[in-house]
Structure formats: structure tokens, C-alpha cells
């Protein structure tokens, strides 16, 4: 996923994945850093919950900036880089709901920007990967 995508809106979310989502102070994209909804599996058997997280892995060592670096695992080394390998490990997997996400395309020899969205405008789900950092920024856990 390129560096931007826009979080898709609670209410299609929420029926499409078929979870409930909290009030969160959206924006209409989001950039690594940015606090997203992820939909992850609860602690009760067989149910989802949605949780809002850092747009960007923030392993429990590392400072928020390295958020910067971290929004794109690799499937050839998520299993193997520092700062993936622990949330693989766990298989502390997620979905991100999204409406689009953006790609640069340089058939003009410029990057410009592609918004890539479902056909029809529903939601869909990026595969991705979730683990805590206990001492975020305001002194709260961080996922």
C-alpha cells in the first residue's frame, strides 16, 4: 500500500464487516502516523472489534516516527524484520477498512497520483498487522 489511503466511513464499514465503530476524528485521508479504525479479533471467541491504531507499526521499542517507515510489510520479510517479526510471530493480524488508497503511476516520467477504490464504491480491507507499544506519546498504550 503507497503511503495514503482514505479510511472508509463507520457506517458502511460497520455493515460491511459487521462490527461497530466508535466516534473518531476522521479525516478524509490518512498518512502514516495518523490514528486509523483496524478490525482485529476480540478477546471473545469467534467476534471482531474495532480499535483505533497507528497508521504504521510502532514496535514496543521503537519512537512513533519510525510510524514513517513502517506502514508497508513485505511478504518476502515481514516474518524476518525487526520491526514486523514479533506482530507476525503472534499472527496479530488485522483489516483495515478503506474506501481507496493511492499509488503513483510515472508513465509521464512524473509521479502522479491514482486513487484506486472497489468498482462499485464499496468497502474493502487491507491485510494488515497490529502490535502494542505501551508508552505511546500522552503516556497511552499505542496499537
Known sequence: MCAN????RNER??????VSFE????RPEAFP?????????SAKPNTLEV???????????????????TYNARTETVATKPSFRTA???KQ???IPAANFFEPCYETGKSVRWRIWH???????????????PDGPDGKPVA
Do not use: M
Not at 13 to 18: I, R, T
Not at 119 to 133: H, L, M, Q
Open 5 to 8: 489511503y482514505t479510511p472508509d
Open 13 to 18: 464499514s460497520q455493515e460491511h464487516f459487521g
Open 23 to 26: 466516534a473518531l476524528d476522521e
Open 33 to 41: 502516523t495518523n490514528l486509523v479504525p483496524i478490525v482485529r479479533p
Open 51 to 69: 480499535i483505533h491504531a497507528c497508521f504504521g507499526i510502532v514496535p514496543h521499542w521503537a519512537e512513533l516516527k519510525l510510524a514513517r517507515q
Open 88 to 90: 507476525w510471530r503472534k
Open 93 to 95: 493480524f488485522c483489516i
Open 119 to 133: 468498482a462499485k464504491d464499496r468497502p474493502f480491507g487491507i491485510a494488515g498487522i497490529w502490535e502494542v507499544k
